[in-house]
Structures are given as C-alpha cells and as structure tokens.
C-alpha cells in the first residue's frame, strides 16, 4: 500500500450499481479535477458480469497501459439491484488484492451528483426496481445531506419540502418524474470520473480504505417457515 | 515429463465459497495443496433450505479472507499460479456470478489463463486428488442437495455423458424434506443417518422410486419417497401413535441407499464398466456407502469415494477439472466467459 502521497494518481473506476456497466482510466491530480483518460460503459442491466472486466482491459489497452500501472481502484458500492453490485464489488476486490492496490468504496449517489454539478441542492434516485427508488439528497455544496434510503416515489415526493432539493438526477428521478415533481438533471449513470471524484480527498492522502461493503439497503427475500407442510389432511 | 503447474479453483455454486489450489506434478499427477471453505449453511438452517441471496451476500464477504487463506495454507503467492479455474455452473445465478467476477479479476490482474467449468466435472475430478487418475470408462454417481445424477465419465476434461438422474428432487433435497417431517435440523443428511444407526431399515417398506420394469433404469425419483414418509408419519401421529423416528429415519435411508447403489451397480454392468466414483455431499452418509462397498464387491466393480470434506463442495475439486483441462492442452474461456447456471454435464468446460 502506498504511504506517502502521489502527485498523480492513475485510478481505475468502476460501478455496477445501476444497468450500466461502467468501467474507467482516470487521472487525478491534487490541483485540478479528474481527467478521465479511457472509459467503457454499456448500458446492459444483465451483462455486468460477462461485461465488466473486458471494459476494464479495453481502457487499459486504449491508453497502453497494464493494470499493474493503476495505483488505486475505486468502486460504487450502490445502493443499487444486489446481483450486478456484487460483481463490481468483488471485481474491484480481487483487482485490489492480485495487484496489491487500495480499493476504495464510495456510494454509487455521491458519483451522480458531483456528475451533475447543479450548485443548488439535489435529490439523486436511482431505479431500485419494485416500484422503489434508492435516493439520496445532496446540499448546494454537493454533500450528502440525507440517505442513502430505498422507498416509494409517493412516499419521497411527500418529504422532497424538507429535503431542499431543486432538481432531480438519476434513472429513478427520470422514471417517476411525475410523482416528484423536479426538473430533471440529464445524468442518468455515474461517470468514471465522478466516481474518482467522490474518492478524491482519500485518494490524494492515500488514506486506508473503508471496508469493503455493499450498501444493500434491503434485507434478503426469505420466509422462515412457520410449522411443517402436511401432505394429508388432519 | 513437463514443469510442474499450479491451478488454482474457484467454487460458488451454492453455500460454500471455495478456494483451492492444486500442483501438477512432473509426473502429470495431482497435489492437492490448500483446501479452503467458507460455509453459509449456517445461515439458511432457520429457512430450511438454502436462501439465494443470503448465499450470494455469503459469497461476497467470504471471496477474498478463502482466497488469502488457501494462497497461506498453499505457501504460493498469486503470481506463481499457472491458470485459474471457476465453476461457470450449474448453480444459483447469482452465486456463480460472485465467483466468476472474481475469477476474472484475478485472471485479468495475474495475465493467467481462465477456465469456466462444471460443477459436477468437479465433483468427480475430487476423487483424482485422493486416489489418482480415474480409468476411462468410469462410472459416477453424484448424490447431493442440488444433484442426483449417473454419469459416463470417459475424459475429466471433455467426455462425460449423463445416462441418468433425478425426475424429481435430488436425494439431499429428499433428506433435507423427511427431516424437517421428523423435526430435525437443516441439514437433514447428518441427523437422519444418526439416527438411522438406532433403528430398523427393514421396519417400514418406503416406496423405491423408478424401479418398475417399465420405469426409465438409470434415472431416480425421490418425491414420492418423501410424501410416503410424510404420509406415513402423519397417520401415525392421527391414531395418536408414538412416531418411531429411528426405524423412520433407517427406513428412509435404506430405501435412498437401495435405489442409488441398485441402479448405479445396474449401470456398471449394462455398460462394462468396472470402477465407480461416488461423491457429492450425500456420499458421506454411511449407509450409502456401506451398501454401494457390500453391492460393489459382490459385482466385482471396484469402488471409490473421496474423503468427505472433497466430497462435499469446495474449490480444490474445481482447481482438479482446470488441472484436467491444462493437462490436456484446452483452450482457456476468455474473459467475455458469462455464468450458466443450467449448464449440462456434458459442457465441461464453457469456452
């Protein structure tokens, strides 16, 4: 792991928590925004796993360059549908723990909003399927001011007055646009860049990394079962 | 003669997260050198059956603490490994994909070779690590919570063909439904072969399913079975009798043992094969071992069955499939390599 601070860093981002499979080459530098040097995104809710890692190669040999000269990973780590977020999760793992490099985590919502870059408050809703929204709010300085929270758009659009949101980005605020009433902000996926964005402060102090932890925001589907089926009748 | 090659198997088909690593001697032999498993079974038992996503959430926490385990256990480092094997299927869906997604990180981070094969092939290959090569032809017969299936094994790396399987429930599933009948804890295989030791297997006469001189003679039925053994102590309990759960359990387990080692000693024959391979998680189970030794010797097929820590899931078995595809020269499947969760025994390798 590195100890010392890098004048640049060369990041490689990916995310899996939305139907886009993105993968990213970014440059940060302590003086000036990230610059995005490749990147892959399909837009394939089933594909994230087939898809993943050969975007990953793809940016890597448009710049000529092999993973072994990425110095950092960061990854979203939703909320997002638990199947594709597991495979950007443990992708970037594996990735971090093959090549000896931190991984760092960061809430799929924070990238969308720094992608948007309203300069007013934000609500980020993303498609949690189900007719639910994973959403976050964000202030007019782009921190996270509430969530992230999974819910119904009906039952969002009822606090939207206390959340001092202006306007609206991701899938799930274009899909229930009605029910919430807020302009739209055209940023539907989080960007590479954005992505590297939200990680910026630990990635230029090469600070340790958090866990590694997927933001599931919903428990698994089970039902204990409640006495013993019986085949004939009592 | 040829280098020595390290594989290393990656397994998330189900509840367990396996990580094994296995050395392919000059000889062309096997090592097995680390065996690592993380469990979620645990987890499922208040459920009664393993739950998809608790198993997936498992699989992601436990992927890299089993990896860095069996890289210690194995004393190898990462960059040493010669190509990486994972189970593409079949299997719950989103299990696979936890394992595949790893998988193909580390091919990627490591420029190895990636092999996506099957389950079962690594059920069968688990053997070669305990007692060598297998002869071509062998018979296998895989019994567990997911599977019931005879195989024609002629190549590990290329030719297996299933001549039969369950219509039904696989003969785990059949333990895990008659234990919770008799209130034992998921899973049922353990406690019901425990109990089966105090009682009868001769005191109730349970149904042997298929075995009708018109029924398909590879292929197995366990639903029935279960539903006679539900039946069966159900009218027990209504004429307010004291329910004997050991003859119960023994009678049960006789009438699984009966059917498997009956119709696979049947298959050894038709076929003139001599050796059968017995795994999966149900070959631990006592009965069904004893029975298939007396029923083998008795045909003069010589009987095998791994260790039951190989016979039960795990990723050396996986890394024993890549060791049988390198061996044979196999092309690796490619990064684009997609999970199967249906994959056929005769896919032995997704390329």
Redesign the interface.
Known sequence: MMAVPLTTVLVLAIDTATPAVTAGVVQLDPDSAPVTLAQRVTVDAKA???????H??ACLAEIGRE?SAVDAIVCGSGPGP??GL??G???????G???DRPVYPVPTPDALAIDANTGHGLLVATDARRREVYWAAYDAAGRRSNGPHVERPAELAEKLPTLGVAAAAGEGAELYAEVLGLPLVPVKYPSPAGLVAAAAVELLASARPGPLT?L?LRR??????VG?K???R? | MSRERIVLGIESSCDETGVGIVRIRHDGTLELLADEVASSVEEHA???GV?P??A??A??EA??PT??RALGAAGVA?KDVHSIAVTAGPGL??AL??G???????A???GKPLYGVNHLAGHVAADTLEHGPLPSPCLALLVSGGHSSLLLVEDLAGKITEIGATVDDAAGEAYDKVA??L?LPYPGGPPIDKLAKQGNGCAIAFPRGLTGSRDAKYDFSFSGLK?AV??WV??CE?SGEQVPVADVAASFQEAVADVLTAKAVRAAKDLGVDTLVISGGVAANSRLSALAAQRCEAAGIHLRVPRPRLCTDNGAMIAAVGAHLVAAGAEPSG?????DPGLPVSTVQIV
Do not use: C, N
Not at chain 2, 100 to 106: E, M, R
């Open positions: 994230h796993g087939e898809l993943l890692i050969p990953v190669l993973l638990f199947t597991r495979v999760m443990v992708t970037a793992g594996a990735l723990q093959a090549l997927p599931y698994p589907d089970a039902i204990e079962p013993r019986r085949v004939t009592p | 208040r459920f009664g739950v996503e608790v997936s959430r699989h992601l992927m890299l990896m860095h990462l869906a989103g994909l936890v595949v997604s790893a998988a193909k990180a580390y990627a981070a490591l919770r009948v209130d539903t539900a039946r159900e009218r209504r990064l684009e390599l997609a999970t």
